[in-house]
C-alpha cells in the first residue's frame, strides 16, 4: 500500500503564468523539503497547447532537481489518476521510494475555439466529422436520463449551485463565486438543456503530491493519507457503439475494484468528474453512492452537501474549481488529502475517514477510481 | 522479474498508413493471442504531429479492447525505456498479469522542417532561441570528441557504414541500402562535420511487446526474454549548463544501475541511442562496452559488427533502422528479443546469451538502460 505524505496546489483559473511556472510554484516547496526519486507529470496538451515537447524534462530542470528521472503520464481527462496508479505501481515495485506526481494543464494561452477543437482530437474520427464534442454527448445524457428516470431539468442545475458554494469555499477554486438557481437556468445554453455553469471553465492549475510506500509514511508526516484501493477501467470511445449512453461501464467497473482492493464498502465524502453537471450525478449512481435513477433526488435536499450524508465535490468539483486536463485527477487526491488530514477548512467534512475519488477520461472511455483512508 | 513473451514490429520508413494503423498492424496479431490486462502506448507526438489527443483510448478501440484500461507514456525519444520501466512496475505491484506495450510514431504527415521544429521543443527556451537543436549538439560534440581524444573523422563515418550494413540485413529498418566510406563522407553536410547519412531518417513505425511476469512466462514461451536490470537516471536539459559535453551522465549512471540490478557486467551485445553517430561511440565509453576516449579505434577493426567482439546495433540502429520516437526503444527490446530466441536470421549474434538497450531522451535529459538475458 502507499500513502500521500504531502501535497501543493496553485490557484485554478486564466493564470498570467506559464506551464512550467505552474509546475515550478507547485514542486519547489516540495523539493525543497523531500529527497525525490521519480518525477510523474501528468499533462495531455503541452504540445498542442504549449509548444513544449519533453515536459516532464524540463520540469525536473526548472526545479533542479535534473538528475531525478521523469516522465510524461497521459489519458486526457483522466490522466491524474493514471498518474497516481503509475505512482504506486513504482513504489510497490520499488523502483522507487518517493514519487512526487505534477499535475498540470496551462490551457488559457489558447482561444476557447481551439482548446475545443484539441480537446475534440480525443473523439474517434466518424464521430468527430459526425459534430460530436464532449458537450453535446453531455447534452444527449441529460436529456436521456430525464427520459428515463423521469427526472426533471432543475436537478443538473443544483449540482452546479451546490458546487459553486463548495467552490466559493475553496481559495484555490477557478470560480469563486456562489450562482443561484436562476442563474443557472437563465445562463447561456451550451448543449440543451445544460448551460453554462453546468460546464466546467478552462483553466491553468497544477497540483503536486509526495507519494510513499505506506511503511515508510510516518516519517514523513504524522498524518499520512492512505491510497487503500485503487481500480481503473475502460470501455469503447466510441459513444455511438455503446448500449446505453447511461451506463458508464468504466465507472462502474473500477469502482467496484477499487471497494474490493480497498475492502470499504461505503465512504465518507467523493471527488467526481463532474465536467457536466449531469456526469455528477450518473457517476455517483455508477459507484454506488446514491442510488441508480434516483440519484436527482438527493439534490433537492441536502444529501450531497458538505453536512449532508454523502457529501459530493466538497472542493467545488471541475464546476467550479475548473478542469486544468492534466491537473483535475491529481488535485482531486488533494481534496481527499486535506479531507482526512482534517484540513478542509470551512469545506472540512465532518468526521471523514474514507474518501473517494473518480479521475475519468474523455466520456468514460476510461476511469480510475481511487480509494483513500487515515488508517491503512 | 518480468519477461518478453512475445513481440510485432511494422517495417520502419515514410509509411502510407495512419499512426493507429500502424498502431493495429502490430496489436492485433498480439490482442488475437492473448489477454490484455494493460495497454501502455510509448508516444510522444500523436497531438503535434497526427492531431489526436488520447491516442491509447483510440488504440484499444482500434484493437477490439476497448475494456482494456491503458495510458499515454512519454519521454521524447526516450519513452519506449520508459514505457518498459512502466511496464515492469505494473507488473511487478501486480496492478496487471500481462502488459502490451506499444510504442509508435507517424512523423511523415508533416514536413521535415515542421518536424524539426517540434522536435527542437524539448530544448530549454534559451537554448532554442540561440539557435541550437539536437544535430547541431551532434556536431558541437564531434568536434569536442576529435579533438580531446585525437580521433579522426572517418571514425564517425565508419559507424554509418556498419549500421546501414546491419539495416541492410533488417527487413524491418528504413533505409535497406549499404553505403560506403565515401558516400557518407561525400553526402550532405548537416552539422560540421557530420552528413546526412550520420543522422537517423524521418521515420514511421511502430512496435508491440507482450510482457508478463518471469514465473509466468514459460506459460506464454518456450523462449522467455527476461528483463534482467534496469536503470534510469537523468541529466539537465540545458547542455551550457554541463561540465563536460563528452560526458552523458544520465547515460552512464543508467549503465551503472542496470548492471547492478542485473548482476552482469559483461554483455554479448548492445543497442544503442545512435541518432547521430558520433552518439554510438560515446554512448558505448559512457556504458562501458568500449574504452574510454578509444572507443572510436573500434571503428577501424570489426569488434563492433555482427561478428565482433561487442556487436553494436545489429538492428541498423536508429540510424538505418530508422527513429520513430515513441517506437524507437521498444524496437530495441524487440532486437534483443530476437537476438535472445536466435531469431534474428541474418543479423544474429552467436552465442548471444545476454544483451543491453539504451534508450535516451533528448540529448542526454534521460536515459533508461536494459539489459536482457535468455535465463531469469
Ligand atoms: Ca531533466
Redesign the interface.
Known sequence: MVAIVDGSITKFGKRKESLLQLISEVGIPLVKKYEIDFVIVSN??S??LN????L???A??YLGI???????????SGSGG?AL??A????????ANTVLVIGAEKMSEKSTKQVTS??A??L?REERMAGLTLPSLAGLLSKEYMKRYDAPREAFARVAVKNHHNGSLNPYAHVQKEVSLEEVLKSPVIADPLTLYEFTPISDGACALLMVRSEDSYSFTKKPVFIKG?G???????ISERENILSL?SVRNAGVIAKKTAKVEKVDFAELHDMSTVLEIVQAEELGLLKKGEGWKAYFDTVTEINGEMPINTSGGLNSKGHPIGASGVAQAYEAFLQLRREAGQRQVKDARTGLSLSM??FG??ATVLIYGEEP
Not at 51 to 54: H, T, V
Open positions: 495531455t496538451y504540445g498542442e509548444s513544449i515537447s519533453g516532464n524534462n524540463l525536473t530542470t535534473d538528475k531525478v528521472p521523469s516522465i510524461r503520464v497521459d489519458n486526457t493514471s496508479l503509475v504506486k505501481s513504482l513504489l510497490d515495485s520499488k523502483m484539441v480537446i482530437s480525443l474517434p485503487i481503473t477501467a475502460s470501455d469503447t470511445s466510441s461501464n477520461a474523455g472511455n476510461s
